[in-house]
T-cell receptor, first 113, second 115 residues
């Protein structure tokens, strides 16, 4: 719910602007990354993923960039809309075979009209 | 997602009580997970199961137990609830993909309050 967004870093943007949400990951052996969106009162919802053999992947209005040199992941949202307001999480999967995801703490995106 | 359901959606219980949270999925996935979410800490893995006969501890399993009753059902129990188990609990499922992807599908969550 809304309490999930408290105490998180917040990015405030104007409607129509582009948003960039950043994430630093910890494991240099991670080979797969996901961005999730969590709206108030709901579970996380898949947005886009990227494998470590890529440095960029595009979806509808979203782009994920991966910089393995500095272990950095970013999510770019074009023409941000009020419906994009949510908490965004990055998650990494290690190179191990059991496919567990490790989630970041999240960033709250607030879109203002 | 309606494909992953959790019951109850909200629960208030007292310290020391035993409580069970249930998760069902219609996605036909083999893998199921339980997470807890606390403000500012993201999602932390409690337990996961890769099939009915496979149960594994996650990073914060102390004070919790799970049961995989069927491929579609995975329940989480708090044997003796304590206030610091107050949190949002999410169930998730995923399918095994040889490509290495691991998109997890989440339920709507259960808000648990231990007084």
């Amino acid at each position: 719910g809304e309490s999930v967004g408290l105490h998180l870093p917040t990015l405030s943007v104007q409607e129509g602007d582009n948003s960039i949400i950043n994430c630093a990951y910890s494991n240099s052996a991670s080979d797969y990354f996901i961005w999730y969106k969590q709206e108030s009162g709901k579970g996380p919802q898949f947005i886009i993923d990227i494998r470590s053999n890529m440095d960029k992947r595009q979806g509808q209005r979203v782009t994920v960039l991966l910089n393995k040199t500095v272990k950095h992941l970013s999510l770019q949202i074009a023409a941000t809309q009020p419906g994009d307001s949510a908490v965004y999480f990055c998650a990494e999967k290690g190179g191990e075979s059991y496919n567990k995801l490790i989630f970041g703490a999240g960033t709250r995106l607030a879109v203002h009209p | 997602d309606a494909d992953v359901t959790q019951t109850p959606r909200n629960r208030i219980t007292k310290t020391g009580k035993r409580i069970m949270l249930e998760c069902s999925q219609t996605k036909g996935h083999d893998r199921m997970y339980w997470y807890r979410q606390d403000p500012g800490l993201g999602l932390r893995l409690i337990y996961y199961s890769f099939d009915v006969k496979d149960i594994n501890k996650g990073e914060i399993s102390d004070g919790y137990s799970v049961s995989r009753q069927a491929q579609a059902k995975f329940s989480l129990s708090l044997e003796s609830a304590i206030p610091n188990q107050t949190a949002l609990y999410f169930c998730a499922t995923s399918d095994f993909e040889t490509s290495g992807r691991n998109e997890q599908y989440f339920g709507p969550g259960t808000r648990l309050t231990v007084t």
